[in-house]
């Protein structure tokens, strides 16, 4: 049987330190503290991490300093790797939303549609602007486009806004350098262009079936106009969404074919060292400098040096402009950086009391698909907190004993499948569930009847795929 699926019974595990009951019991209290801080007490997910892992580790047994010790290391290494990255990709988002690009890159993609093509052309404007920008950014950036383009057309803002909806939220869940992917690839130990690549492939029918598919029947079931809210075309640089660096707007727009070529710069730099893992022998010189580039972290710093080129000269930013739209995109990452890197201490604090050894051992026992227990983790925490970025920290880190042995493939798939589990059933607890209900002018009914249900079926048609991928794999 395809080990990719099913965990093999005898895998060698370290030995947890404690009993099985009580180290597991560790684990449910860690997790229900957060749960209760985060839906009741409303305590900042940073909180709420920091203290679940307290209780973990106290309920394990372990002494405060020990703890502290396993926090903090876990804290710090997760801030100077996925940290840095996110930080990064925070750059360019910025610099692609201000130089006026990510207009670019939505009219000429919407503005050689035909109108039987909207909701498809959509879904992809969804997805490019999502492969660099975080969901509420792009959705805030988008809203006017689809506005815009649902009155001109005549067609339904649901059948035009829920593609650009699972575009935006399946690149968030399934690939880098989106904090939750970065967050499982760094706790699982996954490959971070090979999980790219199966992100990609992996996205692409789901988005499909979520978006324009599901999106053509959800627009019968609720029918929406789109409001007046913007009246004045949201295609020039630096207008709506798009604006916010506090400076003046850039005179022009960069192209859309150097807009792309930058968008994909890091995708298609962090391929090639995955490529060259496979093709080529180690020590060859193509296969050495692959391996720098592809590196996420100079992947992505090329990226940002690159975008203030074509980005922000191409768009007539000057160099103050370009230092000041660089700089303003960091304090609105704060949080979540924050969050993924206590996000970090909680999973070493799992790791050092052995829980995620213990539980291997039970799925081990019990013959369980580990993409399967990876998606059903990560998607009743999603339910309980609301958060995809705490479901996928939490999941990944149960998860950690479970993946060893396994293959490079193997291991992004179970990466990808707690990706899909972290977008389950948007709700109440979700301030994006909010944030579309209030952009779209629904009412709480019809959000559940269209953003939730297509959050549901993006999960759940993402566990389906990364499965039929693992049958073959």
């Given at each position: 049987m395809?080990?990719?699926?099913v965990?093999?019974?005898?895998?060698?595990?370290?030995?947890?330190?404690?009993?099985?009951?009580?180290?597991?019991?560790?684990?449910?209290?860690?997790?229900?503290?957060?749960?209760?801080?985060?839906?009741?007490?409303k305590?900042?997910?940073?909180l709420?991490?920091?203290?679940?892992a307290?209780?973990?580790?106290?309920?394990?047994?372990?002494?405060?300093?020990?703890?502290?010790?396993?926090?903090?290391?876990?804290?710090?290494?997760?801030?100077?790797?996925?940290?840095?990255?996110?930080?990064?990709?925070?750059?360019?988002?910025?610099?692609?939303?201000?130089?006026?690009?990510?207009?670019?890159?939505?009219?000429?993609?919407?503005?050689?549609?035909?109108?039987?093509?909207?909701?498809?052309?959509?879904?992809?404007?969804?997805?490019?602007?999502?492969?660099?920008?975080?969901?509420?950014?792009?959705?805030?950036?988008?809203?006017?486009?689809i506005?815009?383009?649902?009155?001109?057309?005549?067609?339904?803002?649901?059948?035009?806004?829920?593609?650009?909806?699972?575009?935006?939220?399946?690149?968030h869940?399934?690939?880098?350098?989106h904090?939750?992917?970065?967050?499982?690839?760094?706790?699982?130990?996954?490959?971070?262009?090979?999980?790219?690549?199966?992100?990609?492939?992996?996205?692409?029918p789901?988005?499909?079936?979520?978006?324009?598919?599901?999106?053509?029947?959800?627009?019968?079931w609720?029918?929406?106009?789109?409001?007046?809210?913007?009246?004045?075309?949201?295609?020039?640089?630096?207008?709506?969404?798009?604006?916010?660096?506090?400076?003046?707007?850039?005179?022009?727009?960069?192209?859309?074919?150097?807009?792309?070529?930058?968008?994909?710069l890091?995708?298609?730099?962090?391929?090639?060292?995955?490529?060259?893992?496979?093709?080529?022998?180690?020590?060859?010189?193509?296969?050495?400098?692959?391996d720098?580039?592809?590196?996420?972290?100079?992947?992505?710093?090329?990226?940002?040096?690159?975008?203030?080129?074509?980005?922000?000269?191409?768009?007539?930013?000057?160099?103050?402009e370009?230092s000041?739209?660089?700089?303003?995109?960091?304090?609105?990452?704060?949080?979540?950086?924050?969050?993924?890197?206590?996000?970090?201490?909680?999973?070493?604090?799992?790791?050092?009391?052995?829980?995620?050894?213990?539980?291997?051992?039970?799925?081990?026992?019990?013959?369980?698909?580990?993409?399967?227990?990876?998606?059903?983790?990560?998607?009743?925490?999603?339910?309980?907190?609301?958060?995809?970025?705490?479901?996928?920290?939490?999941?990944?880190?149960?998860?950690?004993?479970?993946?060893?042995?396994?293959?490079?493939?193997?291991?992004?798939?179970?990466?990808?499948?707690?990706?899909?589990?972290?977008?389950?059933?948007?709700h109440?607890n979700?301030?994006?569930?909010?944030?579309?209900?209030?952009?779209?002018?629904?009412?709480?009914?019809?959000?559940?009847?269209?953003?939730?249900?297509?959050?549901?079926?993006?999960s759940v048609?993402?566990?389906?795929?990364?499965?039929?991928?693992?049958?073959?794999?």
């Amino acid at each position: 049987m395809n080990h990719t699926a099913v965990l093999a019974a005898g895998t060698d595990l370290p030995e947890p330190v404690g009993s099985g009951w009580h180290l597991v019991l560790a684990a449910l209290a860690g997790i229900a503290v957060i749960v209760v801080l985060i839906t009741w007490v409303k305590i900042h997910p940073f909180l709420a991490l920091i203290l679940g892992a307290a209780t973990v580790g106290i309920v394990a047994g372990e002494s405060v300093p020990t703890v502290l010790d396993s926090f903090t290391t876990g804290f710090g290494s997760t801030a100077a790797g996925v940290g840095i990255l996110i930080a990064l990709g925070a750059m360019f988002a910025k610099l692609l939303a201000d130089s006026g690009g990510a207009d670019e890159i939505v009219d000429t993609i919407v503005g050689h549609a035909s109108p039987r093509m909207l909701p498809w052309a959509m879904a992809l404007v969804g997805a490019v602007i999502g492969l660099p920008m975080f969901f509420e950014i792009g959705l805030v950036l988008l809203m006017p486009v689809i506005y815009l383009v649902s009155r001109r057309s005549g067609i339904g803002l649901i059948p035009i806004g829920i593609p650009a909806l699972a575009g935006l939220s399946a690149m968030h869940g399934f690939v880098p350098p989106h904090p939750g992917p970065l967050v499982a690839i760094d706790a699982l130990g996954a490959d971070l262009g090979l999980t790219l690549a199966l992100g990609v492939a992996v996205a692409i029918p789901t988005i499909i079936v979520a978006g324009p598919l599901f999106g053509s029947l959800a627009g019968r079931w609720v029918p929406v106009e789109a409001p007046h809210t913007f009246d004045a075309d949201p295609g020039t640089a630096g207008s709506g969404a798009a604006a916010g660096s506090g400076g003046d707007k850039p005179r022009r727009r960069p192209g859309f074919g150097i807009t792309l070529t930058s968008i994909l710069l890091p995708v298609v730099l962090m391929l090639g060292k995955a490529l060259a893992e496979i093709f080529l022998d180690d020590g060859q010189w193509l296969r050495q400098i692959l391996d720098v580039l592809g590196t996420p972290l100079i992947a992505l710093l090329i990226a940002v040096l690159v975008a203030m080129i074509t980005l922000g000269r191409g768009s007539g930013m000057g160099r103050d402009e370009i230092s000041s739209c660089v700089g303003s995109a960091l304090p609105a990452i704060a949080g979540i950086l924050l969050i993924v890197s206590a996000g970090g201490g909680f999973k070493q604090v799992l790791v050092d009391t052995g829980i995620g050894t213990q539980l291997a051992d039970w799925a081990s026992a019990a013959n369980i698909s580990v993409i399967l227990l990876g998606w059903v983790l990560a998607a009743l925490i999603r339910v309980a907190t609301g958060s995809a970025t705490v479901a996928t920290i939490t999941a990944s880190s149960l998860m950690l004993g479970l993946v060893d042995g396994l293959g490079s493939t193997q291991i992004s798939l179970v990466v990808l499948a707690i990706g899909a589990g972290s977008v389950f059933l948007s709700h109440v607890n979700d301030a994006g569930f909010w944030l579309v209900k209030e952009y779209f002018g629904m009412t709480v009914g019809q959000t559940f009847k269209t953003w939730s249900a297509m959050e549901t079926i993006l999960s759940v048609t993402g566990l389906i795929v990364v499965s039929a991928i693992g049958v073959f794999v």
